[in-house]
């Protein structure tokens, strides 16, 4: 199981390692005039800036380790509160406790993001951020939550981490709010096993995130910069062999993308009429949900967990570390900061998910409650069979 990128290995990938293993030099710094130095970290930083239409990219060891250092990097202080969806995966809480913030949770709406109507009644003094979760490769109400973000002064962080190549009213996700976090793991639109990337137009944010994903040095492509540095970071830099990886795959994702496209689309014309179910909501008119998924809501939970069953897989609100109430360590560390939540506490999302049910199309993923349906490898035939499959369950 994976996402559609890993399917699509072949010899791109292959030997974009081997030219960096030949080279035998690793580290994502090094002097321009040494020839076996071939900056292919730098050189997808550049690229996925031009894909996305930003004007910085920085490239990040994890999806978890891009939000963290934006969240670092748009001076969010030890307190803030900062608002997400009760629907993402676990990496969001994460990053914003580990910046010593709050999370603040609000509710999905039949996007399976979040509800643009549930956010300013949550909005306090300390509110300082929002992040959109682009959840399963489709696009967030970026209208609305940007109209919300401006009248009360919030950062958007659009956590874009399922959603490479989607793409908002002609925008690229990350691209709309203030930074986007990318993540390049094995489960995403495109992979390098592990690795993240971070977008911005805001070229003070991208000195700071770059700061802070390397132990506070200014940006600088190809060398170690020696000199002063007036900030703290870390280390979540990326080497050249998963460089070299996501930078092969991001030659494929604009194919990738319009492949899913097709074959959700055949498999959602088969299995339109049966009743009793309707497509989630996907907030881009123009279509630019990068159709990783087809996911359908049931009329009843009944009917969710009856056809779920029948296929083998399960309804959403299962799927492990991306439902809030089944993340015991989050649950755990909120009810310490004076946040309790148990199961109920966001009732819109839990009955949404409860009766959503995730069919593959191009993530493969058990742990995302999608580990039955299409690939995007699958055959005319092999979608008619699913459809199929799919029908007889309902009935
Ligand atoms: C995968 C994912 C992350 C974390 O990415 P990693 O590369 O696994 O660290 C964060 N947010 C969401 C919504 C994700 O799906």
Redesign the pocket.
Known sequence: MSGPGAYWYGKEEMEAVNEVMQGGYLFRYGSESNPKFLHKVSTLEKEFAQYCGANYALATS????S?LVSLLAMGLKPGDEVIVPAY??V??YSAIIFAGCVPVLAEIDESLSLDPEDIEHRITPRTKAIIP?H?LGNPCNMDKLMVIAKKHNLLVLE?S??AAGASYKGKKVGTIGDMG?F???I??TINSG???LVVTNNEKLYEAAFGAHDQGHKPNRFGVEVGARSILGLNFRMNEITGAVGLAQLQKLDKIVATLREKRSKLKKLIAGVGGFKFRVLNDPDGGDAATLCTVIFDTREQAVKVSKALGSKTIDQSGWHVYANMEHVMKHLEEVGQPHTKGSYPKTDDILSRAMNISVGVVDGGLGAGWGININSTDAEIEAAAIQFIEACR
Do not use: I, R
């Not at 994890?62 to 380790?65: E, K, L, R």
């Open positions: 994890s999806g978890t380790s939000l993402t995966f990496a969001t979760v959840m956590d981490c399922q976090a993540s390049l793991n489960f995403k592990d690795g993240g």
